[in-house]
């Protein structure tokens, strides 16, 4: 963080070279996040473009009091949300029913278990998929994924069982 707290001071200073050094740090995290969100590569990076955009804008707002990653993937949930409004959709679009791309296949798709469980992650309600992913799939903290989501750890925490659970009974044969 306190690399963060330098580019961010240096950019706050007018080293506009800063904020891209930001940009290149957490860029390929929010794409992933929202190709998964999406299941589209397109919108996946036009949304994460959003997301710097928004960051660009708001920068100055940031109090430091989490990490700059929790920060942006709040950010990153918010452009989500009003994506999803804009085409008027309650639930995030299904993720199995989508190609994974080249690029994302080899590192995260490369076991069976691994395409199972993006198969099977439609059949979870919306607030367990985004637990699932945060969680599970991002790696974040219980806390990180209360503030990205706007609810309370334990909801994090009951959502995450809940999701594993049924997890596990759809891939017990994986």
Do not use: C
């Not at 290149?24 to 589209?40: A, C, D, H, P, V």
């Not at 969680?135 to 503030?147: F, I, N, P, Y």
């Amino acid at each position: 963080m306190s690399d963060d707290r330098t580019l961010i001071a240096r950019f706050m200073g007018g080293d506009q070279r800063a904020f891209d050094q930001l940009v290149l740090k957490y860029q390929e995290q929010i794409r992933r996040f929202m190709f998964r969100s999406t299941g589209s590569l397109a919108d996946s990076d036009d949304l994460a473009q959003e997301v710097f955009i928004k960051a660009y804008k708001n920068l100055y707002r940031f109090r430091g009091e989490s990490q700059l990653a929790t920060w942006l993937y709040r950010i990153a949930a918010n452009v989500l949300n009003s994506h999803f409004r804009r085409q008027r959709l309650r639930e995030w679009l299904p993720l199995g029913e989508y190609p994974a791309p080249a690029e994302y296949a080899a590192d995260d798709d490369s076991d069976q278990r691994r395409r199972a469980l993006l198969a099977a992650l439609p059949e979870l309600s919306s607030q367990e998929r985004k637990v699932v992913i945060l969680r599970g799939l991002q790696e974040l903290t219980v806390k990180d994924t209360a503030h990205i989501l706007e609810t309370t750890e334990n909801v994090v925490k009951v959502a995450f069982h809940t999701a594993r659970k049924k997890l596990k009974g759809m891939l017990k044969d994986v």
